[in-house]
């Protein structure tokens, strides 16, 4: 019996298997990475993290070790809802015209694409658990707040213990309400009972539930704390004795140089006794390492489901938190622990423990995310993608960063932050200025701005204001 060999017949199945194996090879290599993309509210970078010894939070060390931290990353506008609108929008606050907590952003910006939608918009599965948009604090725990619905496919609003137990709440500032006091409740019960525990949970079932889907997740997760009142379980407070926790630096007639439109704490410490600023910062550092620990169980279960290899994680806060520097509390000024923030990413294939002195803004992390994932961004974002800086953190860059906010007597002040400067004007100088020079003052406590010897540098950031602030604008 004799056998034919149709030779066509071969080489056309050899080049469809060798076709076929090719396009499954770029099938992988154009799987689109997922995003977690993980929010803190009101943590500072002073306490917490980039290896303080005294505030406990394995879990954000050990993030930072695995990824590239930004040392010098600033928000545009320290309050949560200017902020949060500007970095999901990709816009300055100036753009959004978001600058307390009740404007929405589709108001100004209605046909706005967010960050998460571009996501959704290109074939991500969207999901938010907690905080990412703006929530009264604690008044709406548990509700959409000012969420974004067209931003996902899914939202989930965790309440917890700490919610229904609000009334136990200690108030060290009365005359102030919960969401804007130095306020604390330690805790009976369990991590998973608080709301931010519930929302670790609930992410984790997401996460779990993302192994069956065909989609890649843009999971955004955001906790509450430490957002005041501060509340962690006791076991939280018990790694802070009071009488251990240390008081920020002061220097005697520290004000004195310091236009009066600077200060949002009034009066300084709102009057507070040192036993009773140290039980405000004890509690802030309990509920610190308390969302820490949450983070942790989080980041655990994206290991454990084997997730990790093809997930981006950015980690944010935000604004900074004053915690007693200048004699001022929160947030809403332009020093420099108001105005800097942490910033985490870990990219897969990226090599990590590394650190950035560049200046960078949280407008920076949509088109780095929309770059990463290989994803047309819009063309009309006022950030820079951080990719460079991912891959060398000392490469070339010449970008600023600013921030501003707005009195309710109406004055507008706005800071420039290069490497080594940050220059504010008050209502464009006629309210006073403020220079500081960080490789000589990084508490700020001495302000330049009157001083000869520094005017050509004065002017030169007096320039590099006007780039994102220009005069009449």
């Given at each position: 019996m004799r056998y034919f060999v149709d030779f066509r017949s071969v080489l056309f199945l050899f080049l469809l298997v060798i076709f076929c194996n090719s396009s499954g090879i770029a099938r992988q290599e154009k799987e689109q990475p997922n995003i977690l993309f993980i929010a803190v509210d009101d943590l500072n970078n002073h306490e917490g993290t980039y290896g303080q010894t005294y505030v406990k939070t394995p879990n954000i060390d050990r993030l930072a070790l695995e990824g590239i931290q930004f040392n010098k990353a600033y928000n545009q506008y320290p309050l949560c809802s200017p902020s949060r609108s500007s970095l999901l929008t990709g816009h300055t606050p100036d753009v959004t015209k978001v600058y307390e907590l009740k404007t929405h952003f589709r108001e100004t910006l209605p046909n706005v694409i967010t960050l998460p939608q571009l996501f959704k918009n290109s074939g991500y599965f969207t999901a938010?658990?907690?905080?990412?948009?703006?929530?009264?604090?604690p008044s709406q725990i548990g509700t959409n707040g000012l969420d974004d619905s067209i931003s996902w496919d899914i939202r989930i609003n965790p309440k917890g213990r700490d919610k229904a137990e609000e009334s136990a709440v200690i108030n060290l500032t009365p005359?102030?309400?919960?969401?804007?006091?130095?306020?604390?409740?330690?805790?009976?019960?369990?991590?998973?009972?608080?709301?931010?525990?519930?929302?670790?949970t609930e992410a984790i079932k997401l996460l779990m539930q993302s192994k069956s889907k065909r989609k890649p997740f843009f999971l955004a997760v955001g906790f509450f704390r430490p957002h005041t009142p501060y509340v962690a379980p006791k076991k939280y407070f018990d790694l802070y004795p009071l009488q251990t926790v240390p008081l920020p630096k002061q220097l005697p007639n520290d004000l004195d140089d310091i236009p009066e439109d600077a200060l949002f704490t009034k009066p300084a410490h709102w009057g507070l006794s040192e036993e009773k600023q140290r039980e405000a910062l004890r509690a802030y550092y309990a509920s610190i390492s308390f969302m820490d620990a949450q983070l942790g169980r989080v980041l655990n279960a994206l290991d454990k489901l084997d997730l990790t290899k093809n997930t981006i994680i950015v980690f944010w806060s935000d604004h900074g938190y004053n915690v007693g520097h200048h004699g001022q509390?929160?947030?809403?000024?332009?020093?420099?622990?108001?105005?800097?923030?942490p910033l985490i990413f870990r990219v897969?294939?990226?090599?990590?423990?590394?650190r950035s002195d560049r200046t960078v803004e949280l407008l920076d992390i949509y088109p780095t995310l929309a770059e990463l994932a290989d994803i047309p961004a819009p063309k009309d974002l006022e950030?820079?993608?951080?990719?460079?800086?991912?891959?060398?953190?000392?490469?070339?860059?010449?970008?600023?960063?600013?921030t501003q906010v707005k009195r309710p007597n109406g004055v507008i002040g706005r800071s420039v932050r290069t490497e080594r400067w940050r220059?504010?004007?008050?209502?464009?100088?006629?309210?006073?200025?403020?220079?500081?020079?960080?490789?000589?003052?990084?508490n700020e406590f001495y302000n330049l701005t009157d001083d000869p010897a520094y005017e050509k540098i004065k002017q030169e950031l007096i320039i590099a204001l006007k780039k994102r602030f220009p005069p009449g604008e």
């Open positions: 938010r658990v907690g905080k990412i948009y703006h929530y009264g604090v005359d102030r309400p919960l969401g804007s006091a130095l306020s604390y409740f330690n805790a009976q019960g369990t991590d998973e009972e608080q709301t931010d525990g519930l929302i670790a509390w929160m947030k809403q000024s332009l020093f420099e622990t108001s105005a800097r923030v897969p294939r990226i090599s990590g423990g590394k950030g820079e993608s951080l990719v460079p800086l991912l891959h060398n953190p000392k490469a070339r860059w010449s970008k600023s960063a600013y220059y504010t004007e008050w209502d464009a100088g006629k309210a006073g200025a403020e220079l500081y020079d960080h490789e000589t003052d990084a």
